[in-house]
């Protein structure tokens, strides 16, 4: 009913820039918080960025003065603009939403898309 869908991962060299976005479709009657988490191969899935519904936005120490989350709540979309990127930052990258779909009893759940590749070069 609700889909996550995420665009935007690639191969960049070190010190490059990629924009992911993620947006949001099916029957949804409204989205609270949404995040960006990524997976390294061998390591565990981690926080990235997150933003609430009300543009509050928090990141991990990693990428702090380099990742800016942001979302545009018409088109139930939210974006990471990573700059300056790592070899460590290669991983890969997934939307995540707390949705209230359009359901009788109007609950609210986690929604995870399907993930992008982020791969950064030296």
């Known amino acids: 009913q609700v889909q996550l869908v995420e665009s935007g991962g690639g191969l960049v060299q070190a010190g490059g820039s990629l924009r992911l976005s993620c947006a949001a479709s099916?029957?949804?009657?409204?989205?609270?918080?949404m995040g960006w988490y990524r997976q390294a191969p061998g390591k565990q899935r981690e926080l990235v960025a997150g933003i609430t519904s009300g543009g509050s936005t928090s990141y991990a120490d990693s990428v702090k003065g380099r990742f800016t989350i942001s979302r545009d709540n018409t088109s139930n979309t939210v974006y990471l603009q990573m700059s300056s990127l790592k070899p460590e930052d290669t991983a890969v990258y997934y939307c995540?939403?707390?949705?209230?779909?359009?359901?009788?009893?109007?609950?609210?759940?986690?929604?995870w898309g399907q993930g992008t590749q982020v791969t950064v070069s030296s």
């Open positions: 099916g029957r949804i009657f409204s989205i609270n918080a």
């Open positions: 995540r939403g707390l949705i209230r779909a359009l359901t009788p009893q109007l609950r609210e759940y986690v929604y």
